[in-house]
């Protein structure tokens, strides 16, 4: 059992991603009740004060980056907890093993709680589009620690096989735009990670409880269970 905390800005959004897996589950998932907001005054029903309503906020992406869904954290005279835009509750929404969530957190911190995910996961991409990819490790992990599969590794022998370029790695800015991004090779010149220039990228690290946006290609990424 474990929890971490992760703060947001007061403006814009972050890739964030729960660090722990729901306590009944063997699959690395967890659900937006396993995700607490703090950074604010609770809401107080005898003075009628404090609280927050609706301003930390999820969005699920989909592959051309547009929003999915969304849900709110309140704690407020009505209601406590995450609820969707007609107001259902929300609770219970699942978030699959390495999902990256786009979060719009207004300054105040999200609490990820739960056990210790002890196995690899395995997080398969489309041919096209991207994915919102989460460390959900409280580790940080290298990008030199992510296994690319999926395809036939490049055979010097035969000169076949292999992929350059094809998945990569896009961090993002608070307002969505990219900030950075890095390509993995494995072919004639090149096994690893590497950035738009040719530099070696494998020491990049996407922070525990942090995502990325990727464009995979149809590939499988692996992302290592931390050494407990």
Same mark, same amino acid.
């Given at each position: 059992?474990?929890? =971490?905390?992760?703060?947001? &800005?007061?403006s814009?959004?972050?890739m *964030?991603? &729960?660090?722990?897996?729901a306590?009944?589950?063997n699959?690395?998932?967890?659900?937006? =009740?396993d995700?607490?907001?703090g950074?604010?005054? @609770?809401y107080?029903?005898?003075?009628d004060?404090?609280? !927050?309503?609706?301003s930390?906020?999820?969005?699920f #992406?989909?592959?051309?980056?547009?929003?999915?869904?969304?849900?709110?954290?309140?704690?407020?005279?009505?209601?406590?907890?995450?609820?969707?835009k007609?107001?259902? %509750? &929300?609770?219970?929404?699942?978030? %699959?093993?390495?999902k990256? #969530?786009w979060?719009r957190?207004?300054?105040?911190?999200?609490?990820?709680?739960?056990?210790?995910?002890?196995? $690899?996961?395995?997080?398969?991409t &489309?041919s096209?589009g991207?994915k919102a990819?989460?460390?959900?490790?409280?580790?940080?992990?290298? *990008?030199?620690?992510?296994?690319?599969?999926?395809?036939? @590794?490049? $055979? @010097?022998?035969e000169?076949?096989?292999?992929?350059?370029?094809?998945?990569r790695?896009?961090?993002l800015?608070?307002?969505g735009?990219?900030q950075?991004?890095?390509?993995?090779?494995?072919?004639d010149?090149? !096994?690893?990670?590497?950035?738009?220039d040719?530099?070696?990228?494998?020491?990049?690290?996407? =922070?525990?409880?942090?995502?990325?946006?990727?464009?995979?290609?149809? #590939?499988?990424?692996?992302i290592?269970? @931390?050494? #407990?």
């Amino acid at each position: 059992m474990g929890y =971490a905390q992760k703060d947001t &800005a007061s403006s814009g959004f972050a890739m *964030l991603s &729960a660090q722990f897996e729901a306590v009944s589950a063997n699959d690395g998932s967890a659900t937006l =009740a396993d995700l607490t907001i703090g950074g604010y005054e @609770p809401y107080d029903p005898v003075e009628d004060e404090g609280g !927050t309503s609706g301003s930390f906020r999820i969005q699920f #992406l989909t592959s051309s980056g547009t929003m999915e869904a969304q849900y709110f954290w309140y704690d407020d005279d009505e209601k406590t907890g995450w609820f969707d835009k007609d107001g259902n %509750a &929300a609770d219970d929404v699942v978030l %699959a093993a390495a999902k990256g #969530l786009w979060v719009r957190g207004a300054g105040l911190s999200m609490t990820s709680a739960g056990a210790v995910n002890e196995d $690899d996961i395995v997080v398969p991409t &489309a041919s096209s589009g991207f994915k919102a990819i989460g460390n959900t490790f409280p580790v940080d992990v290298k *990008l030199s620690q992510l296994a690319i599969t999926g395809y036939d @590794p490049y $055979d @010097p022998v035969e000169d076949e096989g292999g992929t350059s370029g094809s998945f990569r790695v896009q961090f993002l800015t608070s307002s969505g735009t990219m900030q950075a991004q890095y390509f993995w090779y494995d072919d004639d010149e090149k !096994t690893g990670w590497f950035d738009k220039d040719g530099n070696a990228a494998g020491n990049v690290t996407i =922070a525990a409880g942090t995502g990325v946006w990727v464009r995979g290609g149809g #590939l499988s990424v692996r992302i290592p269970a @931390p050494e #407990l």
